[in-house]
């Protein structure tokens, strides 16, 4: 096994980056010596370092995206939007943090008290995605650290420079070393990380693969926090609309924002159908106006290239076989450089499939299914074991609230895109998208655990019933060989 990770920019194939394969047995002891001393620190300490690691990011925004857009291959206005989302995590969470874990005193009768206060975990392993390398694990960084926690992080293998300029950006700020510990490394060093004795707790962004396999990792180990964010085969429904170029300017932010690699991005698109060919046409024009090209190109591409060319050989098999099953094609997915992971955003109508694969396609790749009534559109938006987002554009108020009652997902949208989630709002799903433990402003809840204490100031007891006058009352026990 080589000693050394290295990191490739997908749109040029350049080497960006090479580090040392980490040694996860003393990353995690290092972290969980180092988690009591930064518990035992006043909230107020921790915070006031998390916001000077915010001025750092900010400080540094440039380079940061620079080298996010770089890695990931995404535009360079998008990775900006990124950095901007690292920094601001810091304020949301300290406000998550006060809102959903404060302390709580109740006054009770003759001195009292009942208290609700909460504790760290301990040390805690953060396994990080590649499309979102900063923001995401981000997300659970700051609660995590922000609760008391030591955080062992190990970034994606396929983005460990971003991971390594988190964590220098968290030192640099003066969360020390041994609090906030960087593993790099590939699958081998992530399954060890996440079986580790050490660690009190497991926060996963990734694949629904990889997490329903830490869920059965985790099932004999019910002392360890695991929130697992995974990805979704989200539906966007179209249904009667005057305006069918806005509900399709929707349709493509929702599908292909980020070369369709946001686990929250559409992949099946439902329409009625006395509106989908109109929808179709607008669509398939606006997407062949779409710009794909490196992330630092003039004009500013939309999408850049998917992030290596495993991933878009398995997008492009997945097409064909969709289209070898019946699946009628609207829109070509091409491949314009060979050697490289650069794809146009594919379209097909799926409706005639007898059986349609229940799957994330985690690319530039839409379905579509046409549907008669609003009933069928949300039986089929239903149609899925994954449950993270979910939209509607058009209809009524009525039909939103229909809609809203009966679709299975975390984020529930209404004439916006399936990809539009506050960071001031919870972020998760149910099914394949995740175990309850939804992040974003909801992620003080897993970072943290409650304790209930009743306290007095003075020792105060008595038993009223159940006690004879006096222990001379009692009654002789006779028995042989004893009185």
Same mark, same amino acid.
């Given at each position: 096994?080589?000693?050394?990770? $290295? ?37 107020? +300490? ?26 990931? /291959? ?64 981000? /997300? ?57 004795? /050490? $660690? ?113 050989? /398995? ?5 064909? $076989? ?70 509607? $554009? ?5 039909? +939103? ?44 809840? +897993? ?37």
């Amino acid at each position: 096994m080589s000693e050394e990770l $290295i990191s490739y920019e997908p749109a040029t194939g350049a080497e960006l980056w090479r580090g040392r394969i980490s040694d996860v047995d003393a990353e995690v002891a290092a972290a969980r010596q180092a988690w009591p001393g930064w518990a035992a620190k006043p909230l107020a +300490y921790r915070a006031e370092t998390l916001r000077r690691f915010a001025d750092r990011v900010k400080a540094d925004a440039e380079s940061f995206a620079d080298l996010i857009a770089r890695e990931t /291959g995404k535009p360079l206005w998008e990775a900006r939007t990124e950095v901007e989302s690292v920094a601001a995590k810091v304020d949301i969470s300290v406000k998550a943090y006060a809102e959903r874990t404060p302390n709580r005193r109740i006054e009770g009768a003759m001195g009292l008290r009942h208290a609700v206060r909460h504790k760290p975990h301990g040390a805690l392993a953060v396994l990080g995605p590649y499309n979102f390398p900063a923001h995401l694990p981000n /997300g659970h960084i700051v609660p995590a650290l922000l609760a008391g926690n030591s955080v062992i992080f190990k970034p994606s293998e396929k983005t460990p420079a971003v991971g390594a300029k988190l964590a220098q950006l968290f030192h640099s700020a003066g969360v020390p070393e041994e609090v906030l510990r960087l593993v790099i490394g590939g699958p081998d060093q992530g399954k060890a990380l996440a079986g580790h004795d /050490g $660690i009190d707790g497991l926060l996963f962004t990734g694949s629904a693969r990889t997490g329903v396999a830490l869920n059965r990792q985790f099932a004999d180990r019910p002392g360890k926090i695991l929130a697992l964010e995974m990805g979704g085969n989200n539906p966007i429904v179209v249904w009667d609309t005057p305006d069918i170029r806005t509900a399709a300017m929707l349709v493509v932010q929702s599908a292909f924002l980020s070369a369709g690699q946001r686990c929250t991005n559409a992949r099946r698109l439902i329409v009625r159908q006395t509106v989908a060919e109109a929808l179709i046409d607008e669509v398939r024009n606006l997407t062949n106006r779409l710009i794909v090209d490196h992330p630092h190109a003039d004009p500013a591409p939309y999408m850049g290239p998917v992030i290596d060319n495993e991933a878009a050989d /398995g997008l492009t098999e997945s097409f064909l $076989i969709l289209m070898s099953n019946g699946g009628q094609v609207i829109r070509h997915m091409t491949r314009p450089i060979a050697d490289r992971p650069f794809l146009t955003p594919g379209i097909i109508d799926v409706t005639a499939m007898p059986e349609r694969p229940d799957i994330e396609l985690f690319g530039p790749l839409l379905q579509l299914v046409r549907v008669e009534s609003f009933e069928a559109a949300i039986a089929e938006a239903n149609n899925t074991a994954f449950g993270l987002s979910a939209a509607l $554009i058009g209809g009524t108020p009525q039909l +939103y609230d229909q809609f809203w009652a009966n679709a299975r997902a975390g984020v529930v949208n209404w004439n916006r895109p399936t990809n539009g989630a506050s960071s001031a709002a919870p972020f998760g799903g149910i099914g394949l998208s995740g175990n309850h433990r939804p992040s974003a402003f909801y992620a003080a809840d +897993y970072c943290a655990y409650p304790v209930a204490s009743s306290e007095s100031d003075a020792l105060r007891a008595s038993i009223g019933v159940g006690l004879r006058e006096s222990d001379d009352d009692a009654p002789k026990l006779v028995r042989k060989g004893f009185l």
